[in-house]
């Protein structure tokens, strides 16, 4: 939401709530901050972009007109499309259920990779040390026997 404040009240006003401007304050300045954002995306960016589906974009374009006023919030024919769009959307969770558990495998694969690439560099760094422990100690053997 770019506009917070003009975007809350439109809703709450839609939904007939009261908002409690202290409340409010509160979640602006301790929740809402621009500067997290990693990414904004506009409606250019879910049509140019090949992998969203359409039924995606069938949404975000049902969603916007209630935000934009165009369709009413207690529109017939929109409540009848989010309950569909529900169902369609639960069709995907078995999928979306898989890919995250791929999601967590690799992320441990690549955990286990790192932990492996850490040990070998710490296995290393002993043995470079080890070598430069022992060519210390000779060093010094040497200088005492040389002092001699």
């Not at 409340?23 to 954002?37: A, G, H, P, Q």
């Not at 250019?44 to 009413?72: H, M, R, W």
């Not at 769009?85 to 992320?107: A, G, M, P, V």
């Not at 955990?111 to 690439?117: I, R, V």
């Amino acid at each position: 939401m770019e506009y917070t404040e003009n975007e809350i009240k439109n809703i709450a006003g839609r939904l007939k709530f009261q908002i409690s401007q202290e409340k409010f304050r509160e979640y602006k300045n301790s929740f809402i901050d621009v500067s997290l954002r990693h990414s904004i995306y506009k409606y250019k960016d879910i049509l140019s972009d090949g992998f969203c589906l359409p039924l995606i974009k069938e949404i975000y374009d049902g969603l916007y007109d209630v935000a934009k006023n165009k369709t009413d919030i207690d529109d017939e024919t929109l409540n009848d499309k989010l309950a569909e769009w529900n169902n369609e959307l639960n069709r995907f969770k078995i999928f979306l259920s898989y890919f995250d558990k791929i999601s967590e495998k690799e992320k441990k694969t690549i955990k286990k990779f790192n932990n492996d690439l850490s040990r070998i560099y710490n296995y290393k760094s002993w043995l470079i040390t080890k070598s430069l422990r022992i060519s210390n100690k000779y060093l010094k053997t040497a200088i005492k026997i040389i002092k001699k």
